[in-house]
Structure formats: C-alpha cells, structure tokens
C-alpha cells in the first residue's frame, strides 16, 4: 500500500490534511514533532484513525532559532524556518517509513508570514522536497506534485481553500466527523508576546539550553544584572517545579513557614547584594498584610545551609522595571 508521512500540529488543519490523504486509501503515518516551545498533546492512536510518531527536535530547534535565515514572526516565532526544518526532518524519516510524500495542513494565504505562494514555495525548495510535498488543502490552487502527476493520489478529490477564514475547515472537520482539535498556533508559545520577551532576554544573557528554556514557562522573571537572574514561582504547583528543576549552583529563596509566600529561584553569579535584592523580591509576593519586614530564607543549592536574612519587601516601581 502507498504510503505517506503527515506532519500533525495538533490544529485541525493537519488533521483534515491527513484524513482527505487517508480517504484516498493511502497509509498515512502522522508525525508530530516534539519543540521545546508547542503545548499540544496527542494521543498513541487518535480518534481519526492515523498512528501519530513523535519525534524530538529539540536540539535543532534551539540552534534554529537563535539565527533563522528567514527572521522572526509578529514575536519570537520563526514560521518559515520553523516549517523547513520539520520538513526537512520528515523528509529524513521517509525511508524509516517507507513513505513516499509528505503531507502537510498549511492553507495559502492562512498566514500572512509562511503561508503565501511564495512562502510555501520557498517552504518546498529549502526543505530538500521539490515535487513531494502534498497540500490538499490547497492543492488545487497550487502547482501539482509529484504524488498527483504519477496518479497516486486524485487531484480532483483535493481541495482549494485559501484565506484565513475557517468555515470551510469547521465544515470539513463535521463531515469526518472530527469533533476534538486545537487552536491553531494555540500551542505555541513562541506567538506569545510575554514568552517571548523572556526568550529574547535568556537569548541576550544566558544562552539557549533545554533546561533555561523550560524555566521560561514558570513564574514571574526578574533580571538582576547581566550575569543574574531570580525565577519567583506563581502558585504551589509552580514553587514545587522550581525546586525540583535547581541546579547545584542555583540558589532558592522563600519565607519561613510562619509566613505564606513564594519559593523564587536565583540562577547566575550572586553577591551579597543581589541575595538580598532576591530575599526583597521574594518578601514582595508574601503574605505580608501589615508588616513591613519579614525572614526570607536562602541557601546556594550545593551548600545545603539555610541562611535567613529579614527584609522589607522591594518598591514596586523598582520591582516593575526589572520584570522580564
Ligand atoms: S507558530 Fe510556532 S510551531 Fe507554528 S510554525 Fe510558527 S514557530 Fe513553528
């Protein structure tokens, strides 16, 4: 049976793009991607029938995103490059599969940045994959490929939406029956103008590493200077995942039990001053009704030694300014 590799988002676009394939009576392996920035979950096996992969590009991604040849989006988001290198990946992975196109859910014209005509056609040629990617979105809008020329696949049974309304596709999804689908672009945090301001920040100080990136997704940032940096958590949930994700050289920061109030975590080069800036911070987002000093606890992780420093809570002028 012919075979076809489908790149799923988890938005319903790649969804719909994978069943009108597998209508066809292609085999249709779904591939989703694993980025350090997308939310999405999925199923082993989803409930419109396609197995979904996974595969990590974690790694790739990081250094991708540091300098795409094609810039960034309306934030941090680098659409083009983002989508050439998925493919590109696809592409390595068609042998595994034993597929012989790759099939994807952009629409023409959806997206003002990577989904013009030239966009998709710039898309095809960086990724390595002339004549191999398969739209059937917007097939018929577009130049045929290789899978329609040889008669794998009808033309004639591929469609031609284009724009960024989203009726057509809600109409789609209704006729497969397909109820459960995401956002588009929901999962990403790269479209995110706050993540991505902290990004941009990380990028200029610290550098780019699976473990920072994911301490961008909690709490509350404050840069402290160019080498220093205090993570203060938002809820339980979020103290207890930074505690869990201190390295040795970090350095943790809460109120003793008499008070309720945050656990912060401190990465970089402290001094004396910044600790108690970090311990002023930290008073700042206890419970602190009425009084005008409270005992913030901190130790170095590797030390393993409390140290309690009393403190006022930090002006808030002075607080809003250094908030990332
Ligand atoms: S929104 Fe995010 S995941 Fe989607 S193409 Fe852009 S960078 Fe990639």
């Known amino acids: 049976m012919m075979k076809a590799i489908a790149l799923i988002s988890g938005g319903l676009d790649s969804i719909l793009a994978a069943s009108l394939v597998k209508k066809q009576g292609i085999e249709v392996v779904g591939l989703k991607f694993k980025i350090p920035f997308c939310s999405n979950k999925h199923k082993g096996v989803s409930d419109f029938g396609i197995e979904i992969k996974e595969a990590d590009i974690c790694d790739d991604f990081l250094e991708m995103i540091k300098k795409p040849n094609y810039g960034y989006g309306s934030n941090m988001n680098p659409c083009l490059d983002c989508k050439i290198l998925m493919l590109r990946k696809a592409g390595e992975l068609m042998e595994k599969y034993n ?8 629409v023409l014209g959806q997206r003002p940045m990577s989904q013009h005509k030239k966009a998709l056609a710039a898309i095809t040629k960086r990724s390595g994959l002339e004549g191999l990617i398969l739209r059937p979105l917007s097939a018929r809008l577009l130049e045929e490929t290789i899978p329609e020329k040889e008669g794998w696949i009808k033309r004639d049974a591929l469609l031609n939406f284009s724009g960024r309304g989203r009726k057509q596709q809600i109409g789609l999804a209704r006729d497969f029956g397909i109820k459960e689908y995401a956002q588009p672009a929901g999962g990403c945090l790269l479209t995110d103008s706050g993540f991505s301001g902290r990004l941009k920040d990380l990028m200029e100080h610290e550098g780019l590493d699976r473990d920072s990136v994911e301490l961008l997704k909690l709490g509350r940032h404050f840069r402290l200077n160019d080498t220093a940096k205090i993570i203060v958590g938002r809820d339980k949930r979020e103290n207890e995942q930074l505690l869990s994700m ?32 970090s311990c002023a911070i930290t008073c700042s987002y206890c419970d602190i009704d009425g009084i005008s000093a409270a005992d913030i606890i901190y130790r170095r992780i590797s030390e393993k030694e409390d140290r309690i420093l009393r403190i006022a809570p930090i002006e808030e002028n002075k607080l809003l300014s250094i908030k990332i």
């Open 246 to 277: 201190a390295a040795p050289d970090d350095y943790l920061f809460m109120p003793t039990d008499k008070l309720a109030g945050p656990t912060s975590l401190g990465r970089g080069d402290f001094n004396k001053e910044l600790i108690s800036l």
């Open 99 to 106: 597929a012989k196109f790759i099939v994807t859910g952009e």
